[in-house]
């Protein structure tokens, strides 16, 4: 691993979260029911594993089992896997985060559906955005950069005024293919693999960021800990 070189800053007017990863983490629950499919399906759990983080339900399942690849399935797989909570934990640093951001100024794009983002925000005691670009509305997921550029329009922000906070390869080339910045944490990806994809800047947990506020109603991002890429 590259050793950590300090503190990076970077300006913005508005910030757009990945939610799985990055505000919170699922991995054991993503784990058991990608691998309760796999074996439902004959397939290996470890290829759908490897293949489905940071990208939309419905298009893992399109690679793998065309014929179940429908909205009312992925529904019905969301809405089950989102009322399970066991072992899902909020990651370090993300309320201090969050508390330092107008609550007009801040969103998610996530590769899941609108219930499966705002049931796990709520479960979290976490006020949902107003507006999220979520994968059901959208007609292409992660790395595509649809999802950001929609969380900028529903933030009214221009995209190059956005940071975006990601944890996943796929997510971390969607940010920056949209313009933005993107500060990646190594929660499920490795250094290597964010790199690769672009990061701006890579960090080991969000514990690291810290946002403050400025006069003109811009903010100041102040990663400490950031690795030299």
């Given at each position: 691993m590259t050793q950590a070189k300090g503190t990076q800053t970077l300006d913005s007017k508005a910030f757009i979260f990945d939610l799985d990863g990055t505000l919170i983490d699922t991995t054991p629950l993503v784990i058991k029911y990608w691998t309760g499919f796999a074996k439902e399906h004959s397939l290996d759990p470890a290829?759908?594993?490897?293949?489905?983080?940071?990208?939309?339900?419905?298009?893992?399942?399109?690679?793998?089992?065309?014929?179940?690849?429908?909205?009312?399935?992925?529904?019905?797989?969301?809405?089950?896997?989102?009322?399970?909570?066991?072992?899902?934990?909020?990651?370090?640093?993300?309320?201090?985060?969050?508390?330092?951001?107008?609550?007009?100024?801040?969103?998610?794009?996530?590769?899941?559906?609108?219930?499966?983002?705002?049931?796990r925000l709520s479960q979290f005691g976490i006020k949902v955005p107003k507006d999220m670009a979520t994968g059901d509305k959208l007609t292409k997921g992660k790395p595509d950069p649809e999802g950001y550029l929609l969380a900028a329009k529903l933030l009214h922000r221009d995209p190059k005024d956005c940071i975006v906070f990601e944890d996943a390869e796929a997510g971390v080339r969607a940010a920056i293919a949209a313009g933005m910045k993107c500060i990646a944490c190594l929660t499920t990806h490795s250094f290597e693999q964010l790199k690769e994809a672009g990061a701006t800047v890579i960090v080991d947990r969000l514990d690291s960021v810290h946002i403050e506020k400025q006069k003109d109603g811009t903010y100041k991002t102040i990663i400490e800990n950031a690795y030299e890429l």
């Open positions: 290829q759908i594993l490897a293949s489905s983080h940071g990208r939309r339900t419905i298009e893992t399942i399109q690679r793998w089992v065309p014929n179940l690849a429908t909205l009312e399935y992925v529904m019905e797989f969301e809405g089950k896997l989102a009322k399970e909570t066991e072992g899902v934990i909020i990651l370090p640093g993300v309320m201090d985060i969050l508390n330092n951001i107008r609550e007009e100024d801040w969103t998610v794009n996530t590769a899941g559906t609108h219930l499966m983002a705002t049931t």
